[in-house]
């Protein structure tokens, strides 16, 4: 493998992976002793380490820095992540996909992480593998796991011929509706008169937490900008077009090769297609002959060699145009192939391609020195020199922030590190989601003004509307509660809003209403409507959250749905009362469910397709160990 990628040659590693790498190292790691208290999960028998996982969760917390989640939230989406990669590699060993090192090389010599101005460096390469201590064959093996399983996720979804099939499908899922009957229990103009004071110093003394002053940070900071660095490279005619020639590769396009595809029953017709193909040279002729054995036939334009299809077949892009493949089987029938055409490489000119060329140029030499800046800054810092002596020495501009509490790049940065700590330089596209920024910036913290405990005559206001507010949420929940045990006793009894006063009536909501002490029923609002709602993701036409409206569409009918907040002070529950679903598809929203994007619609399937993995491959996760742990 080093000799397939030691021809490419040199981008220094600014501490990002690709995800298919990064979970590459993670799955190579861990402790493979098989004891059960280092087991966080096991799929189809397949166990799981806890170093594994501890691994995935530091990818997981740094990709989600700017956002709030909760260490229990962290945990689930990195479990997700390990169970789901543990099956998609079981179900690739078991169809026998396996993946090329040409291929390898390919995703290796790609990779960023693996460059050093701007092209991949042989030494970055094995300093990167001697740090996370890995050998080649580690990573290789667990590359490879991830690239097969990622061209199995591709098959499913890029199938044409099963296009149709799935998208009638979405189409009928996305489309359904659901005819409910929700009842709202409505309690924001419920008069609350009667609020003592001792009962407000209570829920100040209980809830400190919501009556806190917001901690603040005072900070300097160096900035980097990616685009200076680019104009002020000193780059001459003679420069560029030596990069063209050194480069030429990078700028031709691919060859690529066009397919006609069979999907066979079985292996019997199979074989009769692959030779009908080799002696007939007109395709549709055969795909016509053909159809009435369930044969499928779609013809695949311009596939460049890391295609799915070569995973499918390997040998397709070692043939000769005209060429036919023998049979060749998988989960989705037997396959055979028509290569019928085959579309060269082709060198783009200096002149077509200059301009790219010198900007790729310019980004190497502006990388190239803002390494160096930042090893010097770096030694600067480690040997004691103070920031702002740092900033004057290297001639950068030092920038000063006073009380800063926000989600900018800076802030966030300055909100992870200590009193007069320097953070290490860290690119703005780490911190934000602006991906394509690549400027660099580095922070040192110069006062922190803690948050604290405001006092109660400061906040009593705020305390009061607060309290007020929860009350009414209370009070809305409980009878939404109450209504919903009676209905669960008597369904045929919730039928209309006069229905609802009978129940009041009848003292089926006095316990709740004497408990709160509530002087003035009537300002409750109770409402029963019935209406149609669709899912979430065609549009909310319903007001309901998408929470709820979801738990809708997991209900079967005359089953009653939790109670949900309905809005600032009510809440309330729903009863499915039936399924609706179009009998005749509607053009323009048929278009759209074709037009949704590869993206959305590779996710719809292969939610489904792990959902169905899932049950071949059973997935026990040890909670016990996970909580221990991280409560």
Do not use: C
């Amino acid at each position: 493998m080093l000799e397939k990628i030691r021809k490419i040659a040199h981008h220094y590693l600014f501490k990002i992976f690709f995800l298919v790498l990064a979970v590459a190292f993670a799955a190579s790691l861990g402790d493979s002793s098989g004891n059960k208290m280092h087991e966080v999960a096991t799929v189809g028998g397949q166990k799981i380490e806890l170093q594994k996982f501890l691994q995935i969760k530091q990818e997981v917390k740094k990709e989600f820095a700017n956002q709030d989640l909760q260490s229990e939230q962290i945990n689930k989406i990195a479990i997700m992540r390990l169970t789901t990669q543990a099956i998609l590699e079981q179900k690739t060993r078991d169809l026998g996909i396996s993946v090329s090192q040409e291929v390898l090389a390919d995703y290796i010599r790609n990779d960023s992480s693996f460059h050093k101005n701007g092209e991949f460096d042989l030494e970055v390469y094995k300093k990167i593998l001697e740090l996370n201590n890995m050998s080649e064959e580690r990573l290789l093996k667990s590359l490879s796991n991830q690239v097969a399983s990622k061209f199995l996720v591709d098959s499913l979804i890029v199938n044409l011929p099963l296009r149709g099939i799935l998208n009638d499908y979405l189409y009928d899922y996305l489309t359904e509706k659901r005819s409910i009957s929700l009842l709202d229990v409505n309690t924001s103009k419920l008069t609350l008169s009667n609020i003592k004071e001792d009962e407000l110093k209570d829920y100040y003394q209980k809830n400190q937490g919501l009556f806190q002053s917001t901690e603040k940070r005072s900070y300097s900071y160096i900035a980097l900008s990616m685009d200076e660095y680019k104009k002020s490279a000193e780059v001459t005619d003679a420069m560029v077009y030596a990069d063209y020639e050194k480069n030429m590769l990078e700028y031709a396009l691919p060859e690529n090769r066009s397919f006609s595809h069979f999907v066979a029953p079985n292996q019997e017709v199979a074989n009769k297609l692959s030779q009908e193909l080799k002696s007939q040279k007109d395709v549709e002729l055969v795909a016509k002959n053909f159809a009435e054995h369930q044969v499928i036939n779609e013809n695949f334009i311009n596939q460049p060699s890391t295609s799915f299809l070569a995973t499918v077949d390997p040998s397709l892009f070692n043939l000769k145009e005209g060429d036919v493949t023998e049979a060749v089987k998988t989960d989705l029938g037997w396959h055979v192939f028509k290569i019928t055409k085959i579309h060269p490489r082709q060198y783009k000119s200096f002149a077509e391609v200059r301009s790219e060329v010198e900007n790729n140029l310019r980004q190497k030499i502006a990388e190239q020195q803002l390494y160096e800046l930042s090893k010097k800054i770096e030694d600067d810092i480690a040997s004691g020199a103070e920031f702002n002596d740092v900033a004057i020495s290297n001639n950068l501009t030092l920038s000063k922030v006073q009380n800063a509490n926000g989600n900018d790049p800076y802030t966030v940065v300055a909100f992870q590190i200590g009193l007069n700590e320097v953070s290490e330089i860290i690119k703005v596209s780490e911190v934000t989601l602006n991906q394509d920024n690549q400027d660099y910036f580095i922070v040192k913290v110069d006062e922190i003004i803690p948050s604290k405990l405001l006092e109660y005559s400061e906040v009593k206001d705020k305390i009061k509307d607060i309290y007020i507010l929860q009350l009414r949420r209370d009070i809305s929940s409980a009878l939404a509660k109450d209504l919903r045990s009676y209905y669960q006793k008597k369904p045929e009894g919730l039928i209309s809003n006069s229905v609802l006063n009978l129940v009041a009536v009848k003292g089926i909501l006095k316990e709740t209403i004497d408990k709160y002490k509530i002087l003035s029923p009537d300002d409750i609002k109770f409402s029963l409507t019935s209406k149609e709602i669709m899912r979430p993701i065609m549009g909310n036409n319903s007001n309901l959250s998408p929470v709820f409206a979801e738990e809708l569409f997991s209900l079967k009918i005359g089953k009653v749905s939790t109670v949900q907040a309905l809005g600032e002070a009510n809440y309330g529950f729903s009863i499915v009362r039936g399924i609706v679903i179009d009998s005749e598809k509607d053009k323009q929203t048929y278009k759209y469910v074709e037009s949704i994007s590869d993206a959305n619609y590779r996710n719809e399937i292969y939610d489904q397709y792990i959902e169905d993995l899932g049950k071949r491959y059973p997935i026990e996760i040890n909670f016990e160990l996970i909580n221990s742990i991280f409560e």
